[in-house]
């Protein structure tokens, strides 16, 4: 009864059956004791879940989706790859919470790591203490941070750099980044990893670390995806906190905003643990999905000083304290420091949370988008990070002009500075050339008919930084064609090629970053 269709991944070696049940075997070279081919599946639902992501937008079709169960079998089918004439793409997909298809693999596979965490028989997350470096865990790459923050807290311990949202992959972020409003003191997530086992694009599993290898250690942080799958990462930990005191201050006077950003993060006395600043443009961006915090008391004051100013801006920080500390002595430590502040008067807020709570704050509003539908719509972001000596110049062409002016902003727009120390240019992630730059997130949520205008929004924005000569890199960073990513690592650019040639020769990995393509003779 099985109609069956034979056909080849570029024509070599693999040969894919579907049977009419749609499950999909492949036929694996003879080399190969065919452990995983019952782990590709080709159905309609699969390949549609794979080629697609958060951002809604690009779609690129995988000939099959891979669930692995073990380390192995990743291994053996980038090996498989790897050892093909004609070799055949592979991307790791974590959440597929990327806006445009950095984790898909046009005619090529998936390996699904969300599967992975439901299906791997190895632990996955184990925490560790050690004389030297103190506690840590160790997390598998396909693992979420919601869990290692639940994990290691029962061991009343933590990570210390976040991102704003904890259902990310710790694969994912760390192919990035990671940033939120803690890079500041903490450093992106990146510069939290003790060590990492990686499968490299020739199916190596090295371990990897400052000491133990260090260039695909560093290759690999910020890397894109483009060197090997993060199998495990080992996370420096601290003791947790237990509450936050969590405040926010409004501005109208974008200078003042920023002069007191940077105040903040670089004070010594009362050392804040996170901040972040937003936008309010707009009723609607008083109480958005992300924060329900002012009181309903004053969202009409608040309402009516945007409409005097057209934008506020939103000063946002956080301090941790711990069950032994009294709350009053924390609330007279800030009460103290907010004085010095150039706010409006009268607007500051707070809030006393437990640290759960204020970790994974962007949860609950992801859970009231989702049952009115509207998470699954396009998302086209636009990630940036901007030098502190031409912040004042972004926000008079680009907040008080072209943002106004098109009037389509609707979703989040953060802002805040980082401190370029607590990075290391030794890994791959890119970052402007100086001490302080800031992150601008313009998080839209496009309809299905109307993101194209944020789209070009955001083109023009990117325009108008170009033209004037205001030197953004971009954070999640987007590029077509190879000149515009020679551009975006600039002099890291060499060693990126030299790394890929050391550790994915055949271009295999995360080939939905187009940074290489298989047209391209990169070397
Ligand atoms: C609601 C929301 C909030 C967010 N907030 C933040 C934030 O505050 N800070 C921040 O830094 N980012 C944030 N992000 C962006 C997020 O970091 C990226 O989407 C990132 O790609 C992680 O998502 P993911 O785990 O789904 O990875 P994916 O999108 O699935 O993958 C990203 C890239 O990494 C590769 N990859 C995936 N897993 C692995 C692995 N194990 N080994 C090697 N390569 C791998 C993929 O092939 C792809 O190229 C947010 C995203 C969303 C949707
Ligand atoms: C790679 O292929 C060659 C021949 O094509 C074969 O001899 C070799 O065993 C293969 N290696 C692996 C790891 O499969
Ligand atoms: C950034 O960090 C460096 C090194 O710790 C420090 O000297 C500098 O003052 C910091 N800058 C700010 C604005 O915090
Ligand atoms: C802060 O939280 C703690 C613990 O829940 C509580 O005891 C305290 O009263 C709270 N303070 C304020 C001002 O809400
Ligand atoms: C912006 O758009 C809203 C409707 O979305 C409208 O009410 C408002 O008047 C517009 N503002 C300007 C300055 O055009």
Request: glycine share 8%.
């Amino acid at each position: 009864m099985a109609k069956t269709h034979t056909f080849f991944i570029y024509s070599i070696l693999l040969h894919i059956t579907i049977t009419k049940t749609e499950q999909c075997k492949i036929l694996l070279p003879q080399q190969f004791d065919n452990t995983i081919s019952n782990k590709f599946h080709n159905d309609p639902a699969t390949i549609q879940h794979a080629s697609n992501d958060y951002g809604n937008m690009v779609h690129e079709f995988p000939v099959a989706v891979f669930h692995p169960s073990s380390i192995q079998d990743i291994i053996t089918l980038i090996k498989i790859s790897y050892n093909s004439t004609v070799p055949f793409s592979i991307a790791a997909r974590g959440q597929g919470h990327s806006t445009n298809g950095q984790a898909m693999a046009g005619d090529g596979v998936v390996v699904d790591m969300a599967s992975f965490r439901k299906e791997r028989k190895e632990v996955a997350i184990s925490v560790s203490e050690d004389p030297m470096i103190g506690y840590y865990v160790d997390v598998g790459g396909e693992q979420v941070w919601i869990d290692v923050l639940y994990e290691t807290l029962l061991h009343g311990v933590a990570p210390v750099s976040w991102t704003d949202y904890l259902y990310l992959t710790v694969g994912g972020t760390l192919s990035n980044a990671g940033i939120s409003g803690q890079t500041f003191r903490y450093g992106p997530q990146i510069t939290n990893v003790h060590e990492l086992d990686v499968i490299t694009g020739k199916g190596d599993f090295v371990t990897c670390s400052n000491k133990k290898n260090p260039e695909l250690y560093h290759a690999v942080l910020g890397g894109l995806g483009q060197f090997g799958v993060i199998t495990r990462a080992r996370i420096s930990l601290e003791p947790a906190p237990t509450m936050v005191k969590w405040m926010r201050l409004i501005y109208s006077d974008f200078s003042a905003f920023t002069k007191d950003q940077e105040r903040l993060i670089s004070m010594n006395g009362v050392k804040l643990n996170f901040l972040e600043g937003m936008l309010l443009m707009h009723k609607g961006s008083i109480n958005n999905w992300r924060s329900s915090f002012f009181p309903l008391s004053q969202h009409s004051r608040i309402a009516s000083l945007i409409n005097k100013h057209n934008i506020l801006y939103c000063l946002e920080f956080a301090k941790y304290y711990y069950d032994d500390q009294s709350e009053k002595k924390v609330d007279k430590e800030i009460k103290v420091m907010v004085q010095g502040l150039g706010y409006i008067p009268g607007l500051h807020y707070e809030k006393n949370v437990s640290y759960v709570e204020f970790l994974n704050r962007v949860r609950s509003g992801e859970l009231k988008l989702k049952s009115q539908g509207l998470w699954d719509v396009p998302h086209p972001w636009l990630n940036l990070f901007i030098p502190k000596s031409q912040i004042l110049d972004f926000n008079a062409g680009v907040f008080k002009d072209i943002i106004l002016k098109r009037n389509i902003t609707d979703g989040i727009v953060l802002v805040y500075p980082m401190n370029k120390s607590k990075w290391d240019d030794r890994m791959s992630a890119i970052t402007p050339k100086e001490d302080i730059f800031y992150t601008v997130g313009f998080l839209h949520s496009g309809g299905f008919d109307d993101w194209k205008a944020h789209d070009a929004q955001n083109k023009e924005i990117l325009k108008f930084c170009s033209e004037v000569g205001i030197n953004v890199k971009q954070y999640l960073p987007n590029h077509n064609i190879q000149e515009d990513w020679k551009n975006h690592f600039g002099t890291k650019w060499k060693s990126f090629l030299q790394r890929k040639q050391m550790f994915d020769p055949k271009m295999i990995l995360s080939p939905g970053q187009k940074i290489f393509n298989k047209y391209y003779q990169a070397f």
